[in-house]
């Protein structure tokens, strides 16, 4: 602040004295050639004054590579390097640190037990009722590792490129390449804890094919990768309660983070069983919180996912970086009626082997959405295979921001293929007639029972009918290298930060990432931060801090509490879902963008004047719980829209429709927008200040992505 | 193409652990056949809330089946009357126009009701803990392709790990014994190499902690298997019992 005022008296005092010159000038000698070339002096010197002000602004507005704690050195031996040379803390004193973990995702229970096998001492938090019930247990399709197990020319730089291209360049590289390095040990670990992988005939692992990659480096475990996975995690987890390095606490919300002197230094969580709000002290407070998809109320996540404690960090100081990145998956069962509470996910992995495609006649479009024809009435010549069509290389593979779009594409011109006009086809005849209907039944038999569960419908006899939905955030709490955020002490994880996707994140990243972050990465670099710590006692949950956030809390609930309107939770939540999917959804543009951030405030104030919360604070309220997320999903949502009106290019999961290419392909802007935008929080209802992170690439040369060839 | 009906609801409300509970009647009119039992309950929920009154307490997060969140007691069958699936996953097209569905929690001694339809569920998660996992730490483990393992073996050992914890076996079972969520879990680790080592001393602890929590004994009524929504077989059972001998031998 101090320099800008400098800068400003400078300007204001060179202009000044130009002025004088003039005056000067003019009384001596009139002469009109003399007193133009002072003038342009003048202007000269203002417009550098102004220069130097802009750039020391910008300057104080940008985030240094020293800053994002990026080690030196080549690409490939970075993390090498950093571990290297990172401090540790020794045995003896491991045992005298304690660190919460919110969250038991496979970021958070991977980390909480890993922290624990180490000897630290970890509190534990989570919604639901037993930690094995995150929900990363939904995903289904698998988890990707370079294991280059098929020979299929797959490596460690492979999938780090896979995954910089397929986030349309906008992730950090040196993050990525370990993501890389590490996704090996993931696999081996995830065997050793009895995690029963689909193997081959000769009992080694098999693999399948996910977007994004023209190799096999998916690992699976039928269609309940996640569940394995977090089930591993779970048992690493429960065996540290049991040995006591871990305190449990599940149904608990954490509702704030308390910062002592700049540092995070514990929690304020809210018992969902008595109500009842309680304080947790530790020496480093680490969020795993997961995504906020939910802010569109209709997503694949599950029902209690939600940005809170992201957004309530935010407050207090950690950068909230790429909002607007929100992924939509092409392949989920279409919506179907008012009452709808969820949408359900269809498994990427189904790409492998199921055809996407709408009629090529519209008048076979309509009579599939009048009910009068089947998908399977349509013959072969009159389907247009879009993907396949437009994408040759890639065909159903393609990403799946690609896909998406390409499907909203097909719809929008009237091609849909449900009552609503809003579904296309995933066929899976032609896979049944090459590989018989036992093979794909042992593939996705599950996911086929899903689907005829919601649908009704069999999908061996008449295709499958999918359609786009909100499912996944890129976007998230900023992290350096070593995943702490802006305020020390403080880490974030899993899929509550925004470190690895950039743009857009390929199917199986999200698993790969998780439980990098958890077991092989956060568990070292948390100790070049606690080694500091070992001299700083256990501190009082008495300390005015405490009472402060707690005091904060208690009045905010008071307040809900006491606005006795007339509308539930659920109805205001559904109304900011939907401006969020119309104008912050697949296709955005700067004057949806801003008709979104009207809408989504008068939501706000609709929601503080009109939710009606049934029964009482201190006792188990359902209504309560959804209403303290549904306020943070509110201004959540706004801040989404916001960065997205910032953002004038398309890349990724973020597409505006003023910036593409002829053909309809996303359109980056790298001059102007090869940054990470990171938000500050400035106060209620101030706008926040946006900080970039320039990204770099040193290593890949960035092109336009391109699955056609 | 919609189709809606009619139904009447008994709902066992109950305000909290140590408060009496009992049967509340509902009637609901034009639900939507294809929502999920569930998604009926949202919308009693939103009519309670219209009403002033306090919506019904279930327990549920995923709505895909997978994450065992879910439980309910309907029509005498823990997840309703379909056939492997769980309550989310269960749609009001199975349900006849002018029927009365009763909903009750979970019963069973080791599952206090919370409130209303929510049950406590913790046992499960101590059951795990007395040794229901492979003791390594993380890092320092062999190559994933290091120990090749039998596809039938692997295939097996995943079916047994699709138990989603839910607790309808033990809810099903006239003794309240959770015989088949512990096997479920021993014959996992069994049946793979890298759990094998530790599979007698497993067994017996889970065996153990099972009792100490107030689970029934297991009389092989079979109700468990017919009831659990992701048909984990009844053969795990089998299965445990060998390995519990095998452990009473080697003590
Ligand atoms: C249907 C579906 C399928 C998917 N399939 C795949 C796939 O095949 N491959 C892939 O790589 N990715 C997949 N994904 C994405 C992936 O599952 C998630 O990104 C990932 O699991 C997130 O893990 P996490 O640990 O970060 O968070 P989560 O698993 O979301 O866990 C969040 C944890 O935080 C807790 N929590 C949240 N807020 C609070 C609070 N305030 N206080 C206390 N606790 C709190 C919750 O209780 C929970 O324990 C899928 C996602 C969905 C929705
Ligand atoms: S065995 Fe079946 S019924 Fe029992 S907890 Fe597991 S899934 Fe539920
Ligand atoms: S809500 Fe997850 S299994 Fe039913």
Redesign the pocket.
Known sequence: MAKKEQIAATIKSVKEKVEAVKDKVDQITGDPATIEAVDAVKNATVKIAKAVKAAVENKDNVITLAEAKIPEGPLAEKWTNYKAHQKLVNPANKRRLDVIV????????SAAASLAEMGFNVLD????DS?R????????????AAKNYQNDGDSVYRLFYDTIKGGDYRAREANVYRLAEVSNNIIDQCVAQGVPFAREYGGLLDNRSFGGAQVSRTF?AKGQ??QQL?LGAYSALSRQIANGKVKMYSR????DVVIIEGRARGII?RNLVTGKIERFFAHAVVI????Y?NTFFL????M???G??AW?IYKKGAYFANPCYAQI?PTCIPVHGAFQSKL??M???LRNDGRIWVPKKLEDAKALQAGKLKGRDIPEEDRDYYLERRYPAFGNLVPRDVASRAAKERCDAGYGVNATGLAVFLDFSDAIQRLGKDVVASKYGNLFQMYEKIVDENPYENPMMIFPAI??TMGGIWVDYELQTSIKGLFC????NFSDHGAN?L????????LA??YFVLPYTIQNYLSDQIQVPRMSTDLPEFEEAEKAIELKIEKLMAIQGHRSVDSIHRELGLAMWDFVGMGRTAEGLKEALKKIREIKKLFWSEVFIPGTADDLNVELEKAIRLADFIEIGELMALDGLDREESCGGHFREEFQTPEGEALRQDDKFSYVSCWKFNGEDKEPTLIKEPLNYEFVKRQTRNYKA | MEKTINITLKVWRQAGPKAKGGFQTYKLENISTDSSFLEMLDVLNEQLIGERKEPIAFDHD?R?GICGMCSLYINGHPHGPDTSVTTCQLHMRKFKDGETITVEPWRSAAFPVIKDLMVDRRAYDKIIQAGGFVSVNTGGVPDANAIPIPKAKADEAMDAASCIGCGACAAACKNGSAMLFVAAKVSQLALLPQGRVEATRRAKAMVAKMDELGFGNCTNTGACAAECPKNVSLSNIARLNREFICAKFQD
């Not at chain 1, 919110?102 to 229970?109: S, Y």
């Not at chain 1, 990363?136 to 698998?142: D, F, K, R, W």
């Not at chain 1, 795993?288 to 995504?291: D, F, L, R, Y």
């Open positions: 919110v969250g038991t995702g496979l970021a958070g229970a938090f989570c919604i639901q930690p019930r995150a929900h990363s247990i939904a995903a289904q399709g698998g988890i990707n699976y990768t996640g977090l608990y919300e954490m509702l969580a795993g919180t997961g995504g998809g997503s694949t996540n599950a209690a996912s939600n809170s404690a309530q998956h359900t996910l498994s990427e992995s499912h996944y994880i899993g899929e509550a994140r199917g199986a990243s999200a698993l790969m990432q998780g972050d958890g | 995923c895909e």
